[in-house]
């Protein structure tokens, strides 16, 4: 501490001993390590400040200083004498008797999660208290395609043959786990109760399978809808849509329908994809025979070109 | 007793002020003083002296800075739970912290 007092206080030479009463109470305030329980440094500045106005706060010793008398260095403070610092034992793992949760108090019942992570449920009622949150309990629910695609709700019975009525998010997934808080075990001594884990197996559908949020779909079209277009009925999800089938499809085709799909958290809903496949009539046609039998065109293509061997 | 006097002058406090301090409920001894309750003497006359804060003020300093360490320790708590948590649930709680930072 070689600094010299009067910068240490921000004080000038000449100022009076009001002054400098008045700077180092501003400064006392403003480090003291006690108001700054989790600044390591403010120690260090208090000390600083602490010794530079043992000097000059006392005028005899100031004038001393002055005349060159003494310097600084001289009037080193000794560490903070042994009980050490209030902060050091109000942070302690006891808390002392001073220690209070005013300041989170009304933090406390709105989820038992803070007042356990905050030790304040041992506290209550003398200390003695066992107050512990119920278990979860685990459960399966099967459920069918389109609920998980679309929403919806599934009664669950559990273990003690009770029963729930489990809504099914739209847009949920295999595998997804859904959470029911408070339908799980009671709790010990007012705890709360545990939650209900809810783990979802997604049923197949027919016509429909899924990629994330898309519905992929195969979708029959007879000869003269693919080779002259036309406006058929597509069933989705979302409700059976007209499309047009271009002129000119083929097996394989996709058609993208936009906004079919899956419902998404937002409201919005995934696309749904159909492919088409060419279905020739069930019966042999006679007609469509003479037809095939002197169409030259259609004998002369080759669809396995380019196929290897 | 000399005992006691001996080590509050090294600490420059003296009997009567503790008493008037534990009066005032501002110190809460069981027995003897405990070394927190030298601290906490060697605080509130810092507050009083150094800082120039009234008996007004010296007890509105206490009552907060006791609801502070209270806030400290429950903050500290929930740290070493963080801490203590198997790494997945660990991130899991970051994310949702940097989540509720960005909203």
Redesign the interface.
């Known amino acids: 501490m070689n600094e010299d007092p009067y910068d240490v206080l921000g004080v000038k030479r000449d100022a009076s001993q009001e002054d400098i009463r008045k700077a180092?109470?501003k400064l006392?305030?403003k480090l003291?390590p006690?108001?700054n329980?989790?600044d390591k440094a403010a120690e260090e500045k208090f000390k600083a400040v602490?010794a530079a106005?043992d000097i000059l706060g006392d005028a005899d010793k100031r004038a001393r200083f002055d005349k060159g008398e003494i310097d600084a260095s001289g009037n080193e403070r000794p560490p903070?004498?042994?009980?050490?610092?209030?902060?050091?034992?109000?942070?302690g793992g006891g808390?002392?008797?001073?220690?209070?949760?005013?300041?989170?108090a009304d933090m406390m019942d709105e989820d038992d999660l803070l007042g356990a992570?905050?030790?304040r449920g041992a506290r209550r009622g003398g200390g003695a208290q066992f107050r512990m949150q119920g278990g979860d309990i685990h459960a399966r629910l099967a459920i069918d395609f389109l609920d998980a695609v679309n929403g919806g709700t599934k009664r669950v019975t559990l273990p003690d043959g009770s029963t729930v009525d489990v809504t099914i998010p739209p847009g949920t997934r295999e595998g997804q786990v859904l959470r029911l808080r408070g339908k799980g075990s009671p709790g010990m001594g007012g705890g709360p109760a545990g939650d209900l884990m809810v783990e979802v197996s997604v049923g197949e559908h027919r016509h429909y399978t899924r990629r994330d949020d898309d519905i992929l779909l195969d979708l029959p079209v007879s000869l003269p809808e693919a080779v002259l277009g036309g406006k058929i009925e597509v069933p989705t999800p979302a409700g059976a849509v007209m499309v047009t089938i271009p002129k000119g499809s083929n097996t394989g085709t996709v058609l993208r329908l936009k906004g079919r799909g899956v419902k998404k958290r937002d409201g919005s809903r995934g696309d749904a994809f159909v492919t088409l496949r060419l279905v020739l009539p069930d019966k042999p046609d006679a007609e469509l025979e003479a037809f095939a039998e002197r169409w030259a065109a259609g004998k002369a293509q080759n669809p396995r070109a380019g196929m290897e061997s | 007793m000399a005992d006691t006097n001996d080590r509050l002058g090294?600490?420059r406090l003296q009997a009567t002020m503790i008493e008037s301090w534990v009066a005032q409920g501002w110190i809460?001894p069981a027995q003897e003083y405990s070394?927190?309750d030298?601290?906490?003497a060697?605080?509130i006359r810092?507050?009083r002296e150094?800082?120039?804060?009234n008996d007004e003020g010296v007890g509105v300093?206490?009552?907060l800075?006791?609801?502070?360490?209270?806030?400290?320790?429950?903050l500290?708590?929930?740290g070493d739970?963080m801490h203590g948590l198997p790494e997945p649930a660990r991130q899991e709680v970051l994310v949702i912290l940097r989540e509720l930072d960005e909203a």
Not at chain 1, 80 to 91: I, K
Not at chain 1, 95 to 104: C, E, I, L, N
Not at chain 2, 65 to 74: E, V
């Open positions: 180092y109470r006392a305030r003291h006690d108001l329980p989790g602490s106005n903070q004498p042994p009980p050490g610092w209030y902060r050091d034992h109000a942070g808390g002392g008797p001073y220690t209070s949760d005013a300041g989170y992570l905050f030790g | 090294r600490l809460a070394d927190a030298l601290a906490r060697c605080l810092d507050l150094a800082m120039g804060v300093a206490l009552d800075l006791d609801q502070l360490h209270g806030l400290r320790r429950a500290r708590r929930v739970v």
